[in-house]
Structure formats: C-alpha cells, structure tokens
C-alpha cells in the first residue's frame, strides 16, 4: 500500500513538473487596442508653447514579466511623440535611435529625449518621426492621446 502511494506521488510529481514546463514555455498573451488616429499640424506649425507642433500619439506602460507572468521590476511609463524633421534628416535615424540625435540636419526644437522611429513621409516632404520618452507616473496620468507635447500638465514639468 505505501509503495502504491510511493509511485502515486512520483507520477502526481512528474505530471506538475511537466505542466508548469508547458506553462513556463508557453508564449504570454498581448492586448491589442484600437484607437482613433491622432492628427498632427501641418509643418511649420508651432505648437502653444512656441515650439514646432509636437503631439502625443501614444500612452503605454511598459513592464518586465518572469516566470509564470509574475511582474517584476518597476513599471516604465511611456509617451510617444510625433514631430516633423526636415526630410534629409529621414535617412539619418535608424530605427530606436537616441533621441536627439548628433546630425545637425536633424535638428529641432521640439523638447524631448528618447528613443527615435521614422514613422513616414509627409506629403509636403518632411520626415515624421516619433519619439519615445519615460515620464513620471503623474505626467502620464495627466496627457491624453492628442495633446500638445511639450505638455502644459502642471506634472510634466520635470
């Protein structure tokens, strides 16, 4: 009888092992959502603080999983950023390239730090580029998809 329960448990054992293998290799699931497009001015535009237009295209949180799932780490809170840039400037940016980037004929006066994407060609020529940047829980809370960047939210003033 013991040993009856001996192999019970060892095969009870084995069966869980395998389980959480399959649940460990299994892919995590995303979460896709659909928004309404964000229109951005027309180059040459100046945004209400002076700057050339700018607008938050994108909010997203962004945090590591482990095993099973389970979060760690701490929570990055992201704002994408959509500008022109003279169109010779296209060429230049690779894609997820720091932000500003050392060309000079990429220079603008949007005030923003991150991570630069081309993201197309505006009919009018000019590069379109957004630009990912970290922003304090506050800020993101603050802005909406939309909204002049840089944002007149009293918490993105950092």
């Not at 169109?87 to 990429?106: H, M, Q, R, Y």
């Not at 802005?143 to 918490?155: F, M, T």
């Amino acid at each position: 009888m013991k040993r009856d329960i001996k192999q019970i448990l060892a095969i009870a054992a084995g069966a869980a092992v395998i389980v959480l293998g399959v649940m460990a290799v299994m892919g995590t699931s995303a979460t896709t959502e659909v928004h309404p497009s964000v229109d951005i001015p027309t180059p040459g535009e100046q945004g209400p603080t002076g700057t050339p237009a700018a607008v938050v295209i994108d909010l997203h949180q962004e945090q590591e999983t482990s095993f099973f799932g389970l979060r760690k780490g701490e929570t990055r809170y992201v704002v994408g950023v959509q500008f022109y840039v003279p169109a010779t400037c296209a060429g230049l940016i690779p894609d997820d390239v720091a932000w500003p980037v050392p060309d000079s004929e990429c220079s603008t006066e949007v005030p923003i730090i991150g991570v630069a994407t081309v993201a197309g060609i505006a009919a009018s020529g000019e590069a379109i580029i957004v630009v990912n940047t970290d922003v304090p829980t506050e800020c993101f809370d603050a802005i909406n998809r939309g909204d002049w960047w840089p944002s007149d939210a009293p918490e993105c003033d950092s």
